[in-house]
């Protein structure tokens, strides 16, 4: 034995490290950032109820993951108290595929974080009558785009435009498409 007693645990569970309770808040930070509700890692420590240290250590890891940028540049005058570190998403960050399907085609575009189109493909492509060969044109249309800019891709969404039965919201086939 080494003289030290072991850590106190609650109910047989050992107690978290500051970076596993930070990471709870992982996403609920990146939303204030996102957002623009979180400008400084104070206001940051504020919204989500924390410590200075664990919104300290959940920027640091949000920045570590290339989603938002830390600024240890002090924050305008006329702040109390010690200066502030500014928060905002990297525009050089990770990006998700966007892609909509009109009557005559589709387009696609990659969308960072913060909401700005990266990039887009130069017209509208032709839409066949198969869905799987749309989503495979639509991957291979992201997968240029991707190469082109060299960003990294997080997620994708599709948006195909129909009419929508009330009162359930249930979304009917597409008129427009030729899809089954």
Do not use: Y
Request: hydrophobic fraction near 40%.
């Amino acid at each position: 034995m080494n003289g030290k007693s072991a850590p106190r645990t609650l109910g047989g569970t050992p107690p978290r490290t500051r970076l596993e309770r930070g990471r709870g808040a992982l996403g609920p930070a990146l939303e204030l950032v996102r957002t623009g509700r979180a400008p400084t890692r104070a206001v940051l420590t504020s919204e989500l109820g924390v410590t200075r240290a664990t919104a300290g250590v959940v920027a640091a890891e949000l920045a570590t993951l290339g989603l938002i940028r830390v600024d240890a540049r002090p924050t305008a005058e006329g702040s109390q108290g010690r200066p502030s570190h500014r928060l905002s998403v990297d525009p050089e960050g990770p990006v998700v595929l966007a892609a909509q399907v009109h009557a005559d085609g589709f387009r696609a575009a990659l969308v960072g974080l913060g909401g700005q189109i990266v990039a887009t493909t130069p017209g509208c492509e032709t839409v066949g009558a198969d869905p799987a060969e749309v989503i495979g044109a639509v991957v291979d249309a992201g997968a240029g785009l991707l190469a082109e800019t060299g960003r990294r891709c997080v997620g994708a969404g599709l948006a195909v435009p129909s009419a929508v039965a009330e009162p359930d919201g249930t979304a009917l086939n597409p008129l427009h498409l030729a899809w089954p």
